[in-house]
């Protein structure tokens, strides 16, 4: 029940299971803990996973390898990656679970530079490479632009069981994109055996990063056709290209599919949307579009004040 709950995205109801469950007289195992833990960091609910990390020491799991995993993941989600280090370090065992778990929490917390020490060292004790590592690895790389490094890594995971995964594949071109490397990233997308949107959104959004939006257009047309769908994240990133190219009609095509997708609500997509009107300076669809929002931020406040200072210069 605890992990039927967590499966469908029912985090509370999950902890409420668990803790009926001590109520109960119900002796709990690792797979209990291991549960409730991925509950309380998906809800962010740091008091209660304190809780429940007390009670697993009482209950003598924090030496198990499962429970100490999702326990230092869990704090990782909460931005406390020194208790996630002093977790890790204190197991008297660790797998590629728990390896995989510390470096990506280091890259969630953007402290890349040990997530890359720890695979070192991960690779010093022989662990194996996992597909959940390898991505986590080209973000780092990403994130520190590290683009030789990511080359090396590239050429490793080519080398491993791993060269054709599409998650991996699509960390890979991501990490290249982040790069500025967008013929290298193309050539990833174009040798995946599969892709998927994520990977498509990827590719879109780097080109539109890099002032390329015809390209990012024309793979956004792409993934139209073939059929992947889109969300939030690709409407963005054409909606930037729109704006990078001063696509006035290519602009309101996609704010079109916007507001058939119902992804108006989404305020990244709103403000995307109020950039390209204001960059096209089309002043009277963006000031529309502003007296709308149900909800503004400050991107959205500099969206509109650019739009004026765009269509004053004119």
């Known amino acids: 029940m605890i992990s ?24 709990f195992d690792r797979a209990s803990f291991a549960v409730v833990l991925k509950a309380c960091g998906a809800l962010e609910e740091c008091n209660v996973g304190v809780q429940v990390h007390g ?10 390898v499962v429970t100490g995993s999702a326990l230092l993941g869990m704090y990782a989600k909460f931005k406390r990656l020194d208790d996630s280090l002093a977790v890790f370090s204190e197991l008297p065992e660790k797998n590629w679970v728990s390896w995989s778990a510390m470096i990506a929490g280091c890259v969630q917390n953007d402290r890349n530079v040990e997530g890359l020490e720890l695979f070192k060292e991960m690779q010093g004790v022989g662990v194996g490479v996992s597909q959940s590592i390898y991505a986590s690895l080209f973000r780092s ?109 290519e602009g309101r ?35 529309d579009l502003f007296d709308m929002m149900e909800r503004r931020d400050a991107v959205s406040w500099n969206a509109i004040i650019a739009a004026y200072e765009k269509d004053d210069e004119a």
């Open 253 to 287: 095509q996609v704010h079109g599919l916007a507001v058939k997708s119902i992804s108006m609500s989404n305020i990244c997509v709103a403000n995307a949307i109020l950039d390209m009107y204001g960059k096209c300076k089309a002043l009277a669809e963006a000031s």
């Open 55 to 64: 009670l697993l020491v009482k209950f003598g799991f924090d030496s198990d």
């Open 141 to 249: 790389c990403a994130g520190l632009s590290a683009l030789k490094l990511g080359k090396e890594l590239h050429g490793h995971a080519l080398k491993s069981a791993f060269g054709t995964d599409i998650i991996v594949g699509t960390a890979t071109l991501d990490m290249y994109a982040k790069c500025g490397r967008m013929a290298d990233a193309q050539k990833v997308l174009n040798s995946m055996p599969k892709c998927s949107l994520q990977s498509y959104n990827a590719i879109i959004v780097g080109y539109a990063r890099s002032d390329r939006g015809f390209q990012a257009l024309k793979s956004f047309q792409l993934l139209l056709k073939i059929g992947l769908g889109f969300d939030e994240i690709t409407l963005s990133g054409a909606l930037n290209a729109c704006a990078s190219i001063r696509g006035d009609l």
């Open 4 to 27: 039927g709950f967590l499966q469908n995205g029912e985090c509370r109801k999950s902890i409420d299971v668990f803790l009926e469950m001590g109520r109960c007289g119900v002796g």
